[in-house]
């Protein structure tokens, strides 16, 4: 085994006093969410009736709301959230607008090698369906298909981007060319792909919520459902505090938290990703590094960095910690992890030392449904009038809006192209009761920052993981 060497974030690391500058005065709020408000809706009170109900007011609700009017106008459709809307992972993720369904063209192959040809087609047509909705609705949203550029910062990573270029996919550039694109001095080659669009996650979650209603969808807020009852009559009772709906059919869009049903909760776990937002470039900064073509941008390491311009040019840099909380609790005080900032910044100011002085002004977290296929899972319950869906990993900005329409397929009883997949079929291996859980996904998170500072060799552990098909490769 090769000793472990520092990687370029901490051969390069800033003044520990850059650090503090640039944390000073920090507001503890995602950004997205101070940046835009959206209207509050009432609370469900008394009985309702709908043909669909929708359990979720993120991106997974909204999408299967928008989507099923669209598919069918005169349906009922009654929306329901717990809280407010958009206030968890939808309002509070980079806004990174992926094409893939897999998590990449390396895990698709690998879970799915017979169908990922038509998974990454069908990928393909779900981003330019995203598309077209916001066109034509007229969606404001801050949509940019500016593509994503993959960049190397270590030297063993520039073979892992060849081997991206090898299959077909997107362009090599060198290290010339990559710091054209983007003015780094850690960048030691790059990976240009037309394969996502970026956009502002809460003005994603106040459109569609606008677009649903438009459609006669009824949207309630502050109306958590505390259970749901399989009657004879073949409805399905959705109950809250407030009151309670009969659907024919029912859609959980419920992300992170615990599943309605008992036997979901085992397939996914939160994991806490932590963000900063810095203020708006000047000039001379924007002139400084460059970034004209304003793509998003992820580097390759297990530990990795994902960062992006907003509309008015801010910097949002996240990724990096992947943080794990014992039990599986989703709590609010496991956002506050000042240790993953500082680190965030001091990442940011190796990535780009020319903007030393630079104020970050929000800084925040959320958690990540994370299932050990590293992707969403569907399923179905009370012999088929409740479908479910989960475990995005990460990728739930452009892949809510194909499993609303898997969803969709499988309460409708439809045989398509959808629910004939492989995917769509098989559950992924359940996450073990604690403390295994915990154990397993901490010697994980050790390996893999191990592997980081060996040149990317990966030990025993990951080897075993990968053979197992629970093995994580960014």
């Known amino acids: 085994m090769s000793r472990a060497e520092p990687t370029v974030f901490e051969r390069l690391a800033p003044r520990p006093e850059a650090v503090d500058a640039a944390l000073a005065g920090v507001e503890d709020a995602c950004f997205w969410q101070t940046d ?50 958009g206030w968890a992972a939808s309002g509070r993720n980079g806004g990174f607008c992926s094409d893939s369904l897999t998590h990449g ?49 270590e030297p063993h990573q520039v073979a892992w ?54 459609l006669g969808v009824e949207v309630l807020e502050d109306s958590p459902v505390t259970g749901l009852d399989a009657g004879p009559s073949g409805q399905v009772s959705v109950v809250t505090d407030g009151g309670t709906v009969r659907a024919d059919r029912v859609a959980l869009g419920t992300n992170v938290f615990p599943a309605l049903l008992r036997r979901h909760r085992a397939f996914t776990i939160p994991v806490y990703d932590y963000a900063v937002m810095t203020e708006p470039l000047s000039a001379a900064q924007k002139d400084a590094i460059g970034w004209r073509n304003r793509q998003g941008l992820d580097d390759l390491a297990n530990h990795f960095h994902y960062y992006r311009l907003s509309a008015d040019d801010r910097i949002l840099f996240g990724g990096y910690d992947a943080v794990y909380r014992f039990g599986k609790r989703v709590r609010a005080e496991h956002e506050h992890r000042p240790e993953s900032h500082r680190k965030l910044v001091s990442h940011l100011l190796t990535t780009f ?122």
């Open 161 to 214: 981007l060849e081997e991206m270029a090898a299959s077909g996919h997107g362009r090599l550039l060198s290290q010339d060319e990559v710091r054209r694109e983007v003015a780094s001095p850690t960048y030691l080659a790059g990976h240009q792909a037309d394969d996502t669009a970026l956009l502002h996650p809460v003005k994603m979650v106040r459109e569609l919520a606008r677009v649903a209603e438009d």
């Open 36 to 85: 835009v408000s959206v209207d509050r809706r009432p609370r469900l009170t008394g009985d309702h009736h709908a043909d669909l109900a929708v359990v979720g007011g993120g991106y997974t609700g909204l999408w299967t709301a928008v989507r099923a009017k669209e598919r069918d106008p005169g349906r009922r459709v009654v929306l329901l959230e717990a809280r407010r809307l």
């Open 105 to 153: 063209e390396d895990n698709g192959r690998q879970r799915w090698p017979s169908e990922y040809d038509v998974l990454e087609r069908l990928g393909q047509e779900n981003l330019a369906g995203i598309e077209k909705t916001v066109a034509r609705h007229g969606m404001d949203v801050d949509l940019e298909r500016t593509g994503e550029l993959s960049v190397a910062v």
């Open 353 to 474: 030392p020319q903007l030393e002085g630079i104020r970050v002004t929000h800084r925040w977290a959320g958690a990540i449904d994370t299932s050990t296929r590293f992707c969403a899972f569907y399923a179905l319950a009370l012999r088929g009038r409740v479908a479910h869906a989960a475990g995005f990993t990460g990728l739930g900005v452009g892949a809510t809006r194909f499993a609303a329409d898997v969803m969709l397929d499988l309460l409708d009883g439809e045989e398509t192209e959808r629910t004939s997949l492989e995917m769509v079929r098989r559950l992924p291996v359940p996450f073990p009761p604690e403390p295994l859980a915990s154990a397993g996904i901490q010697a994980t998170r050790w390996a893999l920052d191990r592997a980081d500072h060996r040149r990317g060799r990966r030990n025993l552990w990951l080897r075993s993981l990968d053979r197992l098909g629970l093995g994580f490769d960014s």
